[in-house]
Structures are given as structure tokens and as C-alpha cells.
């Protein structure tokens, strides 16, 4: 029992910053007038709404509950990002670093987790393909960065 706790608390922090991934997404789509950069931003929001389906699915697997919403931290980046763009002369830069910098502090999460030994497979290949999706996002905005410099 308290194997699948362990686990189910684990997927609980990735689940939540997958709601705050989301939310910060549907925050940047409010704050960029490039139509390029909206349509990627609100494929990352769908991308992340539906990695946080598929976790809650693998927690109440384990008969656990899984987190409602998102972090408080999640919300403070949020506004941070928010903050940023009203004053910074280039937002759309901006908003994009604030992207990349919460995606890669989703991918140590990530990372954290399947060092892990002896992870169910379902997990396992789960968490590998969510893992690989927000590492080719992340390159994809740092090429959308350096266009937009």
C-alpha cells in the first residue's frame, strides 16, 4: 500500500504541474499578438490538459485521489509571466523564456521521477512519452525565441 501511496504522490506533483502548465499556456495565448506563437502556446495548453487526464487516470488506478488544481508556485509564475509581459519592451521574448523555463523545470520532475526503480511499465512508458513531448517543445520554443530576437 504504501508503495502505490509513494507513487500516487509523485504523479500527484507532476499532475499539478501539468495544471499549471496549462494554465500558464492559456495565460501566454492572452498575452502575444503573433498568431504563430498563439496557435503553438494553445497546442501546448491541449497537449498539457491531456497529459493531466491521462495522470489522474494512473492515480485513480492506484486508488488514490488525484489533486484538483494547480500549485500555488504555479499560480505566483503565472502572474509573474503576466507581470513580465506589461513591462518588458519585447513581451512575446518574454513570455516565451517564461515558457521554456517552466518546461524545464517540468522535465526534472519528469526526470526525478523515472530514476525511480521498478515503476509499473504503464507508468514507465507514460512518463517517457510526456517526457519526450515537453523536451521537443522546449526546442521548439527556443527556435521560436531566436526567431522572435
Known amino acids: 500500500m504504501k508503495y502505490s501511496k509513494e507513487i500516487s504522490n509523485k504523479l500527484n506533483e507532476l499532475l499539478v504541474k501539468n495544471y499549471d502548465a496549462e494554465k500558464g499556456y492559456l495565460n501566454a495565448i492572452e498575452n502575444v499578438d503573433n ?3 498563439k496557435m503553438f502556446f494553445k497546442r ?3 497537449e498539457r490538459s491531456e497529459f493531466a487526464k491521462e495522470l ?3 492515480i485513480l488506478q492506484y486508488g488514490e485521489i488525484p489533486e484538483d488544481s494547480g500549485s500555488f508556485k504555479g499560480a ?3 502572474n509573474w509571466m ?3 509581459s506589461t513591462f518588458s519592451s519585447n513581451n512575446e521574448e518574454s513570455i516565451l ?3 521554456i523555463r517552466g518546461e524545464e523545470s517540468s522535465l526534472e520532475v519528469y526526470n526525478d521521477l523515472l530514476q525511480e526503480r521498478n515503476l509499473p511499465p504503464s507508468i514507465d512508458s507514460l512518463l517517457i512519452k510526456h517526457k519526450n513531448a515537453i523536451q521537443a517543445a522546449i526546442n521548439t520554443e527556443k527556435v521560436h525565441e531566436e526567431v522572435l530576437s
Request: cysteine-free; glycine content about 0%.
Open 82 to 84: 503576466s507581470l513580465k
Open 35 to 37: 498568431d504563430r506563437l
Open 56 to 58: 489522474r487516470t494512473e
Open 97 to 99: 523564456e517564461e515558457a
Open 76 to 78: 505566483m509564475h503565472r
Open 44 to 46: 501546448r495548453a491541449s
